[in-house]
């Protein structure tokens, strides 16, 4: 079975400040990690993820990912936010057949 | 147009009612999935699919029911709806590698009322 834990549901952070996203997960195999993100009444974008190779994984936007075998953890960072980066992540695993989501993170920017 | 569509967008529908939300992808892929998106729950899987005739339930199942008779549809019914059932949901699909599965693509949700 997989379970995800991200372990904050809301951080707020000043604007160009950095940020980090905790997520852990377990599971009984080895898996594929993926962050997603949700604008404001919007679907769910893939942000980034990992199959294999580089344990850090970086998004076109800034974002980065660092898979932690050992602490099983992915966790999501950015050295400076914008007020555009306001959205709700999602951390997910994918096992052998199904994609489970953590309860999700809302970011929100201040000024 | 390619990508994966779900009908309706919207849908207020009275409780006991049996409603079916329609999910289509052009991708061909073989993975399909449900999820429901709750406030404080995030994204809670109710059912999927490996590939056509082949469905098993998620973390949420009861009180929805599927189908894959194509690989491209995958329909999901609540076939007495309950207030409860008040959600938005949102449909995937996915490839797999030799071994699991990857990254999932989202439709735009169907956010359903039940009154």
């Known amino acids: 079975a997989q379970s995800v834990t991200q372990l904050d549901s809301q951080v707020p952070v000043f604007e160009e400040a950095p940020v980090e996203l905790r997520c852990n997960y377990s599971?009984?195999?080895?898996?594929?990690l993926f962050w997603y993100v949700q604008y404001p009444n919007q679907g769910l974008q893939l942000l980034l993820k990992?199959?294999?190779?580089?344990?850090l994984v970086k998004s076109i936007n800034g974002f980065e990912a660092e898979f932690n075998k050992s602490q099983t953890s992915f966790h999501l960072r950015k050295p400076s936010v914008h007020i555009s980066d306001t959205a709700e992540y999602f951390c997910?695993?994918?096992?052998?057949?199904?994609?489970?989501f953590g309860k999700g993170t809302r970011l929100h920017i201040l000024p | 147009d390619a990508g994966i569509t779900q009908s309706p967008r919207y849908k207020i529908t009275e409780t006991g009612r049996q409603v079916t939300l329609m999910c289509h992808q052009t991708?061909?892929?073989?993975?399909m999935f449900w999820y429901r998106q709750d406030l404080g729950h995030g994204l809670r899987l109710i059912y999927y699919?490996?590939?056509?005739?082949?469905?098993d339930k998620g973390e949420v199942p009861d009180g929805y029911v599927v189908s894959r008779s194509k690989t491209e549809n995958f329909p999901l019914t609540l076939e007495s709806a309950t207030r409860s059932q008040t959600s938005v949901y949102f449909c995937?699909?996915?490839?797999?590698?030799?071994?699991?599965?990857?990254?999932?693509?989202f439709g735009q949700g169907t956010r359903l009322t039940v009154v």
């Open positions: 599971s009984s195999v080895s898996v594929y």
């Open positions: 990992y199959l294999s190779g580089s344990t």
């Open positions: 699919s490996a590939a056509a005739d082949i469905t």
């Open positions: 991708w061909s892929h073989s993975y």
């Open positions: 995937a699909s996915s490839e797999s590698t030799f071994v699991r599965v990857t990254e999932a693509f």
């Open positions: 997910a695993v994918g096992g052998d057949d199904k994609i489970i």
